[in-house]
């Protein structure tokens, strides 16, 4: 009888470790894989910033970003070196409806970023180009200080995003 519930537990190991194996080997073959570093274009592999008109914590979040894909990060701009040069940062927003007594309760926010890429010893060059972001905001007259918060998170939240979207844009370029 002791056999028996010991044989038991064992198969049961077996077929959870068996199942595991199964599941394992159809994921791995399946093409899924978690997102790692982006690859960048061998021209940018030491790039300078130049921000002309951008927020410090968007280039801050850039540079992050473009290092822990491989890329060297140089602050002397030389003829080197690949120069991303990020135009023009715009924060908007737009009114996108109205209550009863005429107040925004609705808005679109915008968030766009103008930037080109060359890399003058490879003759590479990505034109000047914008990426441009929209997030719908509801805007609660009775929280005007939750309304600011919840703005500012936002906005956060887009320039992450405006920063992938700019590193997927440099990666098709690859």
Do not use: H, W
């Amino acid at each position: 009888m002791m056999l028996n519930l010991k044989l038991s537990e064992c198969r049961k190991k077996l077929f959870k470790q068996f199942f595991i194996l199964i599941l394992c080997s159809t994921l791995l073959n399946c093409g899924f894989a978690l997102r790692g570093a982006y690859e960048m274009p061998e021209a940018m592999q030491v790039t300078y910033i130049d921000p002309l008109q951008a927020d410090a914590q968007l280039v801050r979040s850039l540079k992050i970003a473009l290092k822990s894909s491989g890329i060297k990060i140089v602050d002397i701009k030389t003829d080197d070196v690949a120069v991303l040069k990020l135009y023009k940062e715009v924060k908007d927003k737009r009114i996108v409806s109205v209550d009863s007594q005429g107040r925004a309760r609705e808005y679109t926010l915008i968030y766009a970023l103008n930037f080109s890429l060359i890399a003058k010893p490879y003759e590479f060059e990505i034109a000047q180009q914008t990426i441009r972001i929209e997030r719908d905001f509801i805007f609660d007259p009775e929280d005007v200080l939750g309304n600011s918060r919840g703005e500012t998170e936002l906005y956060e939240e887009m320039q992450q995003d405006l920063v992938r979207l700019l590193l997927l844009r440099l990666q098709s370029k690859a």
